[in-house]
Every structure is written in C-alpha cells, then in structure tokens.
C-alpha cells in the first residue's frame, strides 16, 4: 500500500492535516516544506482531519500553523485522531465563567 | 500577469470610479421599490426587515450608511430614493438625506415623494417610468478599460474546512495581494473569527492604532461571547466547520486570516464603511452570509467572493445565492469533493493546490484572470438566477 499524505504547516506543530482518507494502520507520509517523516496511523483519520505527529499530553497545547489552536482534553497518543472529542478551545469559553 | 493584462472593463462613473454591473437602484426596499423592480429590467433593491423603526441612534446609523453605500457603489449608473418605509421618520434615514449623500458621487439620483405625489399607487407610476428612464440611460454608458487599481473585492470564507485554510484562503490571500500591489481594495473581516489569531492580524497594522483597533474589536467579540455563558464552539465553529476537521475557533481563525494575505492592514472599519483610502482593510463585521456581502457593497466593492469549505455540507448543490444588493457574489474552493458536489454553483476551483499538481502562487494568477472576467461582464453562477437571499445589516444594539 501506498503510503497515505498528509500536510504539516509549520516546525512547531504537533498535528497534521490529512489529503486523503487514511485506514488505520496505514503509514502515513506527513510532510513539512521540503521535509517529511513517517508515522502510522492509530485510527481512521478522514479526509481534512487531524493526526498527532507526536505525543500530546493532557493540558498541553495543540500546536497548528504554528500557532495553538487549544489544549489537549485528554491524553493524544502519536497516530491518534485530533479534533473536538480530545482537543478543547481555549477562547470564548464562556461556560467557564466564574460564577458571581 | 504583465500590468497590461491587469485591467478590467467597466462602467465609468462620473466621480472616477468603475462599475463592473450596471444597475438602477431603488431605496429603501419594501412594496413600493419591489414593483418598480418587477416591471423595469435592470433594476435592484435591498430585501431586508431591518427598517429603522425602534432602533437606536448607532444601528439607524448603520442602515443609513449602507443605504447610502449601497447607492454610491459603483455598479449602480442611477438610483430612485423613495419615502415609503417605517424608518423614514429618523434624521439619519430621513430620504431627502439618504438621496442627498447619494447624489455626492455625481450620479443620477431621483427623490419621490411618495405622499406628495398622492399616495403609493400614484407614486407607483412615476417610480416606474423614472426606472425606465434611468436604465434606458444607463444603457447608453459603455464599458471602457480600467486598471486593476479600480476594483475593490469583499471576501468571505464560509462552511471552512481544513482545506479552506491550507489552500482555499491562501489562494484568496494570494489574489489579495496582487489587488493591493496594483493599487487596489480589499476587504476582509468576520470579527470572531480573528480570534485565536488576532496577534498576527495586529502585528501587520499600518501603525500601533491600527494595531490596537484589530485587538480591541477581537477582544469586544470575545467579551460578548462569554456573556452568552456558553462555549463558543458550540456556535462558531459551526457544525459544517466542525464536520470538515475543524476543531476549534482558534484553528478556524488562524485559517481564516489567511484570506487577506500579506499585506499591510490600512485600518479596521464598521459595517458598510467607506475606506478613507486603498489597500487592505479588516471590516469589523459578522460573517453571516446575509449580512458580510451587503456591508462589503455598501463600503464599495464591485464584486463579493465566497470562499467555500464545504467538506462538512451534505451535499447541497445550490450553494447560497445571496447577491451583495449591487454586486456580484462569486464562489471559490479549494476541495475537490465540494467541487464534485456543487460544480454549477462554483466560479473558481484552487483544488489543485490540495492535490498537489498548482502552487498557491499558480492559483492566485488564474483566480485573478477569472476575477477579471467577472469584472469585465462574465456571469457569476449566482447571477444566472433571479433569486436573491434577503439581507440582514449587522445591527449591534438591542432595539425597543
């Protein structure tokens, strides 16, 4: 099998996007620029969906366009789907507000 | 692209402007400018409820300068200012003055008095046949050359997934700067969905005011949002942005500032603003659909692009067809299964970037041909259809 292509955006991203339905199991070729590193995939990730490049602990930062885009709402392991069921937003959280 | 091959063909204006549609506009909508619309080809109106009438200082403000923007822009050769609507009463929507700040841009403008003229049916017959007359001139004006300088785009990036912001906007973000290096205005704004990236945004200022403002109306947003004791995501993103990969506001605003490109941010205005000069500027705006086009127009872009995601629709083919009022909506993607999904509704495909077969650089000069020819009288797939979504302006404050 081919590998399957995804796209990381920027050095300090700890996730990347994928161009095509990945299966699970399937190797997965992440590239950066001129660079690119191979990971498998954990799960089935879809099409413009998210896949940790590496480990991402509980509270840390989820790190894309070099920028974050929210903490991790439980532990992610590399080659684990990213998206609203582990990654939490850090703004406009207005159900955390303290209560008066 | 040679600066020769950088121009478009467009209606003069008499205050130097050039439109790229040719209409005669009657305001404010309602029964009365419908009708004359119905009989007289080449005519528009604003479909909207957003009236005046128990609104406060600040949002009758805001109506008023879109109705004004609106008739100023330069796809409109001539326009009817009328008095029949629940709003007339207040200074800021009064129809003498609407018509008054119209007719600043040198072009034709007729006020009817509606009571004046024995009440709405009697009015009727003087509206209609002032339209026939209107567009009978108007159709006497002839496209000529203009430079690239002369067009002012609006953009919007909707239904976002995450090609939107790997290639979809970027591409956007391309064509923008080539607008902006040949003198030209752009618009982008959708206030929530800077936040999470609106440091960039900030750095890339004019000046430190600049600056300020972009945090500041970011920061405004973000206020409001907690206010509804709610978490964002479960408004915006919204759940075609969630279904296509998109995790959170942050990632959704750190791909949607890539639509405005790179270069530098002249200033932030209020909905349908005029811009006191060209370059790019951030439209403090809301990005619904029915509001963002109409505000853009009314600030005076000829021509409104959406920059459709799409991967999270299921399988709608027709795509929104709100018009901007005056001007043309065109619609852009960057997905490959959008495209397959929506092919008579879509203007531009920036596909091939995903697919690794265009560069973004690529892209940006073949959209910039394809804006070009709208500009120069090419349809957008909205405009073969008659149906226009109503409009609604982007009011702030609450009304009583």
Known sequence: MTARRALRLANKDNVATSLEDIESGAVVLVRLGKDSEEITAREEIPFGFKIAVTDVPREAPVIKYGEPIGVASQDIKKGQMVHVHNIAGARGRGDLNERE | ?400
Not at chain 2, 24 to 29: A, E, I, Q, R, Y
Not at chain 2, 36 to 52: E, F, L, Q
Not at chain 2, 352 to 378: D, F, M, P, W, Y
């Open chain 2, 1 to 400: 692209m040679k600066e020769s091959e950088m121009k478009f063909l467009g209606y003069p204006r008499p205050d130097g402007s050039a439109g790229i549609r040719n209409y005669v506009l009657v305001l404010p909508g309602g029964f009365f400018a419908a009708k004359i619309c119905d009989t007289v080809a080449g005519t528009r109106t604003i479909v909207t409820a957003d009236n005046g009438s128990g609104r406060t200082s600040a949002d009758r403000e805001t109506i008023g300068r879109t109705l004004i923007g609106l008739g100023s822009n330069p796809n409109v050769a001539s326009v009817i200012v009328h008095s029949q609507s629940p709003g007339a009463g207040y200074p800021e929507l009064k129809p003498s003055h609407l018509a008054e700040e119209i007719a600043r841009s040198g072009k034709w403008v007729e006020f009817i008095d509606n009571v004046q003229e024995g009440g709405t049916f009697r009015a009727l017959e003087k509206g209609i046949q002032t339209a026939r007359k209107m567009v009978l001139e108007a159709s006497r004006i002839r496209r000529q050359p203009f430079d690239l300088s002369r067009l002012a785009l609006g953009v919007k990036c909707g239904h976002s997934d995450t090609t939107s912001g790997i290639a979809g906007n970027p591409v956007i973000g391309n064509l923008f700067d080539r607008l902006v290096e040949a003198g030209g205005t752009a618009f982008f704004g959708e206030t929530t969905e800077i936040i999470g990236a609106e440091h960039i945004l900030a750095r890339r200022g004019i000046n430190q005011e600049v600056a300020e403002k972009i945090l500041q109306v970011a920061a405004d947003t973000e206020k409001m949002a907690k206010l509804t004791g709610e978490d964002i995501r479960t408004i915006n993103p919204v759940p075609s942005n969630i279904a296509g990969g998109i995790s959170t506001l942050e990632e959704k605003s750190l791909g949607a500032i890539h639509k405005a490109g790179s270069s530098p941010i002249q200033g932030v205005l209020s909905y349908g603003e005029r811009p006191p000069g060209k370059g790019l500027y951030f439209v403090d705006n809301w990005m619904n659909s029915a509001s963002i086009f109409a505000g853009y127009a009314a600030a005076g872009a000829q021509l409104v692009i959406f920059q459709l995601g799409g991967g999270g629709l299921s399988g709608e083919d027709l795509l929104y067809t709100s018009s901007a009022v005056v001007s043309p909506l065109m619609w852009t993607t960057a997905n490959p299964r959008t495209l397959a999904m929506a092919p008579t509704s879509l203007d531009f495909y920036s596909g091939r970037v995903i697919e690794g077969k265009e560069t973004i650089e690529e892209a940006g000069e073949k959209l910039l041909q394809t804006v070009l020819e709208i500009a120069s009288g090419t349809l957008t797939r909205v405009e073969t259809l008659r149906y226009i979504n109503p409009t609604q302006l982007y009011l702030r404050e609450p009304c009583f």
